[in-house]
T-cell receptor
Framework: AQSVSQHNHHVILSEAASLELGCNYS??????LFWYVQYPGQHLQLLLK??????LVKGIKGFEAEFIKSKFSFNLRKPSVQWSDTAEYFC????????????FGGGTRLMVKP | DAGITQSPRHKVTETGTPVTLRCHQT?????MYWYRQDPGHGLRLIHY???????DKGEVSDGYSVSRSKTEDFLLTLESATSSQTSVYFC????????????FGPGTRLTVT
């Protein structure tokens, strides 16, 4: 079955450490890609999106993601995390033949220790 | 944040009672969605709408119905609530017209006792 995988379910980092969260998908063809963040007790918020063009996408709060088509990956990165980045992060994929539907990965819980 | 509100924000109800959750948007977006979020299951799509009176089922639609009589409102009804429907319910909207991102409402925490 076509899917979106986030292999790291829980990540614990110290402040100022670098972050990379993995996202892999199994859809062939053109895709649109997203990362969302959900702070404790809140709703999902869009961090960044990739539709086409430069595969390195910059989002809000200092996050960026790189689309590597050959690896079917869209990993999220941040050079230096802060305690306020503690949240759950979701990758989502919109295959080009799926209308306005998103398939979400299972999420990665990030805890940043002060 | 996109103009999306959900009501109620919290509800406790008894098994077997009907429950309606409301999602209201002020963005005039074409698409609207209902998801449920449960520990260990991530986000699962219940129903979605691609226009007024146009709706379709998602992956976990059993026990739920929806209606969209106006662009701005999307209602989710649990005809006879069960304990397995205890969850956090999120509404989302998407512009369409070549834009695929979804924007989420604040959520409704529903407890069925």
């Amino acid at each position: 079955a076509q899917s979106v995988s986030q292999h790291n379910h829980h990540v614990i980092l110290s402040e100022a450490a670098s972050l990379e969260l993995g996202c892999n998908y199994s859809y062939g063809g053109t895709v649109n890609l997203f990362w969302y963040v959900q702070y404790p007790g809140q709703h999902l918020q869009l961090l960044l999106k990739y539709f086409s063009g430069d595969p390195l996408v910059k989002g809000i709060k200092g996050f960026e993601a790189e689309f590597i088509k050959s690896k079917f990956s869209f990993n999220l990165r941040k050079p230096s995390v802060q305690w306020s980045d503690t949240a759950e992060y979701f990758c989502a994929v919109n295959p080009n033949n799926a209308g306005n539907m998103l398939t979400f990965g299972g999420g990665t819980r990030l805890m940043v220790k002060p | 944040d996109a103009g999306i509100t959900q009501s109620p924000r919290h509800k406790v109800t008894e098994t077997g009672t009907p429950v309606t959750l409301r999602c209201h948007q002020t963005e005039n977006h074409r698409y609207m969605y209902w998801y449920r979020q449960d520990p260990g299951h991530g986000l699962r799509l219940i129903h979605y709408s691609y226009g007024v009176k146009d709706t379709d089922k998602g992956e976990v639609s059993d026990g739920y119905s929806v209606s969209r009589s106006k662009t701005e409102d999307f209602l989710l009804t649990l005809e006879s609530a069960t304990s397995s429907q205890t969850s956090v319910y999120f509404c989302a909207i998407s512009p369409g017209q070549g834009r695929y991102e979804q924007y989420f409402g604040p959520g409704t925490r529903l407890t069925v006792t």
